[in-house]
């Protein structure tokens, strides 16, 4: 079981690759924002309490976070024994904890987590040009400028969290979607 989490700031580029890694490696691709975009679509109860935080630019509470990828994982079991790739999970250190303690609880770890680094202003500006036909609540520049801030103050901190374990591996996130999954993948491989 080969567990990894791709890391970095919103916009940068971790879906696009994870379905790359999810392919190329057999791992169960897990994107915690599509799995709430999915629920807000379906007008679910946990749909309604995400939509709200979502469109705000802001994190959903880490109980509630937590408590939905635990049942993914619980609910997925067979598609995630041979590995996951997480994207957009962790994004807090109480979350990154959690994830530790979930793998490791059935024998497992997250082996390596891979960090596009891309400058902000590239990143606003993705997002807002994916904005144009996204159709995403949050695509827009008061949600991106406020994305970004929590990603400095809550999610960035984690690269700290994974380099004392040797486990942060930084990747330069600006290039060709080749050239980047290219880096990404000798990291993926060094992990094994
Ligand atoms: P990328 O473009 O690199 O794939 P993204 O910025 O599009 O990243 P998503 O991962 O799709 O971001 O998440 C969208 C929103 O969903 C977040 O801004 C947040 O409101 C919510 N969300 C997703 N994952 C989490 C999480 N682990 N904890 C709290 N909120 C989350
Ligand atoms: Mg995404």
Redesign the pocket.
């Known amino acids: 079981m080969h567990n990894i989490v791709i890391f970095?700031g919103?916009?940068?580029?971790?879906?696009t690759q994870s379905v790359k890694i999810a392919d190329k490696y057999g791992l169960f691709h897990i994107?915690?924002?599509?799995v709430?975009r999915d629920h807000i679509a379906r007008r679910t109860d946990i749909g309604k309490v995400a939509d709200s935080?979502?469109s705000q630019?802001?994190?959903?509470p880490d109980r509630l976070?937590i408590k939905i990828l635990e049942d993914l994982l619980v609910s997925r079991k067979e598609e995630t024994k041979h590995g996951v790739i997480f994207?957009?999970?962790?994004?807090?250190l109480p979350?990154a904890e959690e994830l530790d303690k979930l793998v490791e609880s059935v024998g497992a770890k997250i082996a390596a987590v891979v960090g596009l680094e891309v400058p902000d202003e590239e990143l606003a500006a993705r997002m807002i040009r994916r904005g144009i036909d996204s159709g995403r609540s949050?695509d827009n520049e008061q949600a991106i400028r406020h994305?970004l801030a929590v990603y400095h103050k809550q999610t960035q901190p984690l690269q700290e969290y994974y380099a004392a374990s040797g486990r942060y591996h930084a990747i330069k996130g600006v290039g060709t979607i080749e050239e980047i999954f290219d880096s990404i993948c000798a990291v993926i491989d060094a992990s094994k």
């Open positions: 970095g919103p916009g940068s580029g971790k879906g994107s915690t924002g599509d709430l935080y979502i630019g802001a994190l959903i976070m994207d957009g999970f962790p994004r807090t979350q949050d994305r």
